[in-house]
């Protein structure tokens, strides 16, 4: 049993909406990551991933349930307690154009969290030029601005500053979204290459379920604020067990010929704000049945897999 | 015998204006689109797929110039019409949606209203009847309840429901040439699937045309008759699409179906393409792609290779595309160079 260096246990966030109502954007979520493993979170917009990935970094408060970061409860430390503890979880965003200063030479873009560090000048010269080399930048990129670099050099230089601290994990927050294809491609393999040499763990949220599958061990999807099924990389892609999730594989244009498609899932995903009861998918479920509509489906262990649904399969 | 194209374009070349030099950002593009066919159009950010549908929908703004070659519509070359017969082209004759629906929309204006004004401004109806229609739009356009949504403001609706009001008012005058820039990239992938569905449903309802610009390949596969790949500003590769996907005449078009990641397999080591593409307006010496291409030889670097056609429709501006198909070097000789449109 290696140990969980994060942990979310039944974590709820509400934000207050028009009319005293509450939008419940992450509800009851569960979920720990062991050290050296990767978790993908996939769901449509609204789904809630961003603000999951949001409390998980804790630049959002949970309305309740507990965050566990090494072990440690965090969830009600204050920003001053939360400093020097921010260095081993970090972040890289989907737009690096304006996660990173275009003021700032990019080796000081990289230095700027070992700040916190108290190092010597010569040995954060070093260390950036060691993470420079290790996200496949040249060595004279240092000297240089943002804007100098094309949209997934940038993107190396947003992974470069998370790394830089020698964090235990990253969160990716659609990553690599913005960027082309071919150049996507070089992004997820420095991801995974990265990953499997310094072995860290890392979170990895996105739309995108062919990127997902490519640099993820687990994979959480997310309907509704709700985890509705999670399991190993390979079970959940290949043997769907939630209706949610074979429509969302369904509804993926692969580029191949000749798929076999489905009929598209009816409707669209109705407002957090108006989540339908028990059951949040039954309007849109091929499967729903009078129970889906009545009693709320629990997150159910169904073969060492996560499924929340009243007839999996 | 095929049917003449409702868009043929030859050797079209556009150039920006920045500063005091113009700046060619497309170069000797030519293909057809035939009537109820979907051609899609695929290539990377500053491929040039969007300024071909501008170009042809002659909506460059003040910078963009066409500087060669012509875009027929229905037989006749557009490229030098006054700006006043373009107006009455436009929405009648070929109509275009955009990625963000929201930006296209005018959020100050009912959905229904924004409708029934293309009907009353270019089919001259009546207040009355252009709202009936506009209605009945809607609904052909997979709306629930058209009556009441009608009324509602862009703002009102999911960005799903706005695109179908986008394609409401494209197909209001029953176009011959449909341009669809990125039409499902905003959205959502269940919702997505709806969209295409929809879409692939009005060629064969109007029996228009439809031109489908797209980064996704799997879009493409889902979508298309024939594709064109693009690459820094030109026309790297033309095929059917079973042809294309089967054995692609272009090392980018292979390259880029392979750097896809699928959900439906896990691979170990994605291919990618090492590098950027170039600025259509300093291209690198010979082929455009040589810096990239794994199969660059001497000649790639010193000579720009020719859009040249092959047997089964495939065009490919490939100085190896006769290895990539599979033929033998003899066969370079039947091998037309070519410049015009497609056969």
Known sequence: ?313 | MTPSPVLAVTDLGVAFRTGDSDHPVLSNVSFTIAPSEILGIVGESGSGKSVTAMAVMRLLGPQGRITGGTVELDGADITALPEKAMLALRGRTVAMIFQEPMTSLNPLLTVGFQIAEVLREKLLLGRAEARARAVTLMRNAGIPSPVQRADDYPHMLSGGMRQRIMIAIAMACEPRLLIADEPTTALDVTIQAQILDMMAELRHRHGAAIMLITHDMGVIARMADRVLVMYAGEVVECAPIAEMFARPAHPYTRLLMAAIPTARRKVANLPSIPGVMPSPGRPPSGCRFHPRCPMAIDICRTRPPLLRAFQAGRISRCHRAEEMLGLQPTDTLAATAMLGAAP
């Not at chain 1, 604020?225 to 369904?250: I, S």
């Not at chain 1, 709320?296 to 649904?309: E, H, N, Q, S, Y």
């Open chain 1, 1 to 313: 049993m290696t140990a969980s260096v994060l942990a979310l246990e039944r974590v709820r966030r509400d934000f207050p909406a028009a009319g005293g109502r509450a939008l419940r954007a992450v509800d009851d979520v569960s979920l720990s990551l062991a050290s050296g493993e990767t978790i993908g979170i996939v769901g449509e917009s609204g789904c809630g991933k961003s603000t999951l990935a949001r409390i998980i970094l804790k630049l959002l408060p949970a309305t309740s349930g507990r965050l566990l970061w090494a072990g440690e409860d965090v969830t009600a430390l204050s920003e001053r307690m939360m400093r020097p503890r921010r260095r081993h979880i970090q972040a890289v965003f989907q737009d690096p154009v304006s996660s990173l200063n275009p003021r700032m030479r990019v080796a000081d873009i990289i230095a700027e969290p070992l700040r916190q560090l108290r190092l010597s000048r010569s040995t954060v010269k070093e260390h950036v030029q060691q993470t420079l080399a290790l996200v496949g930048l040249p060595a004279n990129s240092g000297e240089r601005f943002p804007h100098a670099f094309s949209g997934g050099q940038r993107q190396r230089i947003a992974i470069a500053r998370a790394l830089a601290v020698e964090p235990t994990i990253v969160v990716f927050d659609e990553a690599t979204s913005s960027l082309d294809v071919s150049v996507q491609a070089q992004i997820l393999n420095l991801i995974a290459e990265v990953q499997a040499r310094l072995s860290l763990s890392f979170i990895f949220i996105s739309h995108n379920l062919g990127a997902v599958r490519h640099v993820s061990g687990r994979v959480a999807v997310m309907y509704l604020g709700r985890l509705v099924e999670e399991a190993e990389e390979a079970a959940l892609f290949d043997e769907p067990q939630h209706p949610y999730t074979q429509a969302l594989l369904a509804a993926v244009p692969e580029p191949v010929l000749g798929q076999r498609r489905p009929a598209p899932l009816p409707g669209e995903v109705p407002s957090a704000l108006d989540r339908p009861p028990a059951c949040h998918f039954h309007p849109r479920c091929p499967r729903a049945q009078t129970r889906c509509r009545e009693q709320d489906p629990a997150l159910r262990d169904i073969g060492g897999r996560l499924v929340r649904c009243h007839f999996p399969g």
